[in-house]
Nanobody, 124 residues
Framework: QLQLVESGGGLVQPGGSLRLSCAAS????????MAWFRQAAGKERAFVAH????????YYADSVKGRFTISRDIAKNTMYLQMNSLKPDDTAVYYC?????????????????WGQGTQVTVSS
């Protein structure tokens, strides 16, 4: 049974940093591409960042480019999202996702497996 579990969310002041983790189990993580999405209150779930199976390629939404960094540790079966220079607009529930599909993946429907989400709140 493939399972994804996020952690690392919390309350942070504007300009601060957080690192989210997504621990995968039930599969070998280098056989799946992974991504982070987020969903703010009253809004659709939106793409944040994508990383390929090997971790060699990454892609970001324009709204987080230059501030967020996605990475993965295949040996630990874990993916990360380092978030710097956080803004109130980054407040959302953050979800990790996995898929066996190849290519550039930014759409919610392209991902087959999801975690339960972790809340990130950016506020003074």
């Amino acid at each position: 049974q493939l399972q994804l579990v996020e952690s690392g969310g919390g309350l942070v002041q504007p300009g601060g940093s957080l690192r989210l983790s997504c621990a995968a189990s039930g599969f070998t993580s280098d056989s799946y591409a992974m991504a982070w999405f987020r969903q703010a209150a009253g809004k659709e779930r939106a793409f944040v960042a994508h990383i390929t199976r090997s971790g060699g390629n990454t892609y970001y939404a324009d709204s987080v480019k230059g501030r967020f960094t996605i990475s993965r540790d295949i040996a630990k079966n874990t993916m990360y999202l380092q978030m710097n220079s956080l803004k109130p607009d980054d407040t959302a529930v953050y979800y990790c996702a996995a898929t066996s599909r190849l290519g550039l993946l930014t759409m919610r429907g392209q991902f087959d497996y999801w975690g339960q989400g972790t809340q990130v709140t950016v506020s003074s």
